[in-house]
């Protein structure tokens, strides 16, 4: 670990991981927001290079789950779009903020396609507050995303006492390994104390 001005950076390997993936609070409270993040924004999600070959493949398997909008994004953009930043990220329903793998409940309430039909949704979403970052050398940043629209699920967390990390737990395990996450767990307790 090493302190700057950015506060506590802790390395695992090749990765770099913010402190405030350690000491903040987050719980996500679907029903509060109703996946708002699926629908805001001003860019689709990031997506890693290799996921948009198995959205291409899946695409048969969860393409009946999304909205009309959605199926005509995707075949008229394809399967992923390249945004300001020059990112790969998934597209969006024309004119709109909206992803176009969204599903929607009879409520209104938003959910992921790709996941409702029991596949896996792109590592940005899974991991989400976390924001992940190329290092030049191949290494990666994992930094805290604070997004106004999950204000409630920081508070529930806090609220909860759920800290970022333990929140994901399973998507953290299954993106890096469970060696990376029980050393992010000793770095937690060596930033914390243990926990109760």
């Not at 070959?53 to 009309?68: G, K, Q, V």
């Not at 992803?99 to 896996?120: M, N, Q, T, V, W």
């Not at 929140?167 to 890096?176: I, R, S």
Request: glycine share 10%; proline share 5%.
């Amino acid at each position: 670990m090493a302190a700057s001005d950015f506060g506590t950076i802790i390395q695992i390997g090749d990765i770099l991981v913010s402190e405030d993936v350690i000491m903040e609070y987050f719980a996500c409270d679907y029903e509060s927001c109703r996946g708002a993040c699926c629908i805001e924004g001003d860019s689709g999600a990031p997506l890693e290079e290799e996921e948009t070959a198995r959205l291409e493949r899946d695409y048969p398997f969860f393409r009946h789950l999304m909205t009309e909008k959605g199926r005509v994004a995707v075949e008229s953009v394809g399967f992923f779009e390249i945004d300001r930043q020059n990112d790969i990220v998934t597209p969006l329903v024309k004119g709109g903020a909206e992803c176009a793998y969204c599903h929607f409940r009879p409520d209104g309430a938003c959910l992921c396609s790709i996941e409702k039909a029991g596949l896996k949704k792109p590592v940005s979403c899974s991991l989400y507050p976390i924001r992940v970052t190329g290092l030049t050398g191949g290494g990666q940043a994992l930094n805290l995303h604070k997004w106004d629209i999950c204000a409630c699920a920081f508070e529930k967390g806090r609220k909860e006492g759920t800290r970022v990390y333990r929140f994901l737990e399973k998507p953290l395990t299954e993106t890096y390994g469970r060696d990376f996450y029980d050393a992010l767990c000793a770095a937690a307790t060596h930033l914390l104390g243990p926990e109760p």
